[in-house]
T-cell receptor
Framework: DTEVTQTPKHLVMGMTNKKSLKCEQH?????MYWYKQKAKKPPELMFV???????INESVPSRFSPECPNSSLLNLHLHALQPEDSALYLC????????????FGQGTRLTVV | KNEVEQSPQNLTAQEGEFITINCSYS?????LHWLQQHPGGGIVSLFM???GKKKHGRLIATINIQEKHSSLHITASHPRDSAVYIC???????????FGQGTRLTINP
């Protein structure tokens, strides 16, 4: 199994809603990442988890709250988002060794209305 | 100046042409990824390189660590190769992938 699975594929939410994005991998990767990608731009790093602990937070607003409940699962909890948060949210994972390949999910297309 | 620069930003070619996309980086790296992204889609890793050259089907990737430069070549290009190609580096000792701006490739039949 070399997949990173993200759910849902599409999400439309209001600015007062609370929702969660989910990312799952069963490759034994101990580094997991959340990226945000706006149209025609490269992905921007949001968070990195190493061994289920948050190791990098790229100054992301608190309305985005990551969680890594176990080594296979990464969540991104969303609350009180703004329309400008609409984007493709990508999850990635890799082994925590030098020169190891990153695997990406298909992304969740989020629209905030 | 970005740490990872790609050229060209946009490339349009006819089916069958030989394609080259370039990537230069300014930081020390442990490895470099070439990634492919179709419109609205997720990202697929094509290659990960730390030295030399790799080939997979019609795709060839090379890296010159001394010159801090990598190239992605596509032979006998096909319309289904139309996508955004992204160069990303894993900087030495870091956990992050640093992305280039991407090259939007369009292959016309």
């Amino acid at each position: 199994d070399t997949e990173v699975t993200q759910t849902p594929k599409h999400l439309v939410m209001g600015m007062t809603n609370k929702k969660s994005l989910k990312c799952e991998q069963h490759m034994g990767h101990r580094a997991m990442y959340w990226y945000k990608q706006k149209a025609k731009k490269p992905p921007e790093l949001m968070f990195v988890y190493s061994y289920e602990k948050l190791s990098i937070n790229e100054s992301v607003p608190s309305r985005f709250s990551p969680e890594c409940p176990n080594s296979s699962l990464l969540n991104l909890h969303l609350h009180a988002l703004q329309p400008e948060d609409s984007a493709l949210y990508l999850c990635a994972s890799r082994r925590l060794l030098l020169n190891t390949e990153a695997f990406f999910g298909q992304g969740t297309r989020l629209t905030v209305v | 100046k970005n740490e990872v620069e790609q050229s060209p930003q946009n490339l349009t070619a006819q089916e069958g042409e030989f394609i080259t996309i370039n990537c230069s980086y300014s930081v020390g790296i442990s490895a470099l990824h070439w990634l492919q992204q179709h419109p609205g889609g997720g990202i697929v890793s094509l290659f990960m390189l730390s030295s030399g050259k790799k080939k997979h089907g019609r795709l060839i990737a090379t890296i010159n660590i001394q010159e801090k430069h990598s190239s992605l070549h596509i032979t006998a290009s096909h319309p289904r190769d139309s996508a955004v190609y992204i160069c990303a580096v894993i900087s030495q000792g870091a956990q992050k992938l640093v992305f280039g701006q991407g090259t939007r490739l369009t292959i016309n039949p």
